[in-house]
């Protein structure tokens, strides 16, 4: 996905991502913003990646490629690894800034995802 892919109200917001799936894991890159104006996307992309990936065990994000993630892009994030876990599954975070680290652990997602 590309900004192109995006609404045009949010189409200043660099923003992609990469779907890798693979059998029992989905791997996901994120680079750009994940705020207000993206997340709701991101969400919805995500969960529809999951669906057709037949539930995977593992949903694995990278966000090593995010310039910056605000408490809806956290939200979004907190959804999915809500869901992974109902399913008693995990949602593995990798590469995530020290901003990111800190947000995560003032929304409680750093104790229901796994940060790499």
């Known amino acids: 996905m590309s900004p192109d892919d995006l609404p045009e109200a949010t189409a200043f917001a660099p923003f992609s991502v990469e779907l890798s799936p693979q059998p029992g894991r989905l791997a996901v890159a994120v680079h750009g913003e994940l705020d207000l104006a993206t997340a ?5 992309m995500l969960n529809a990646a999951i669906n057709a990936s037949d539930r995977p065990d593992v949903v694995e994000i990278d966000l090593g490629g995010l310039d910056f993630v605000d408490v809806a892009g956290s ?10 876990m109902s399913r008693s599954h995990a949602l593995r975070l990798r590469g995530p800034s020290r901003q990111a680290r800190r947000l995560f652990a003032i929304t409680g997602l750093d104790a229901i995802a796994e940060l790499c």
């Open 75 to 84: 939200r979004a994030l907190h959804s999915v690894a809500v869901r992974q």
């Open 40 to 44: 709701p996307f991101f969400e919805a």
